[in-house]
């Protein structure tokens, strides 16, 4: 069978820590497992008046 290219990939977040810079500011970092693949995550989040948004990320891959 072929793999749907756009079919969403169930996702596994651990070690999630979330660190308040500044009122509108946050940075994310987690590890995330998906589909047996774990790499480690790190998001900028920024506050606008329509919501969090986020500003930035990075995923490197991490072994196993």
Avoid at 26 to 34: G, V
Avoid at 44 to 50: A, D, F, G, M, Q
């Amino acid at each position: 069978a072929t793999r749907d290219p756009f079919a969403l990939a169930a996702i596994a977040i651990a070690d999630l820590v979330v660190c308040v810079l500044e009122d509108h500011l946050a940075l994310a970092t987690y590890r995330a497992e998906i589909n047996g693949r774990t790499s480690l995550r790190t998001s900028l989040w920024r506050r606008e008046p329509s919501g969090w948004r986020m500003a930035f990320h990075q995923g490197t891959p991490a072994d196993g």
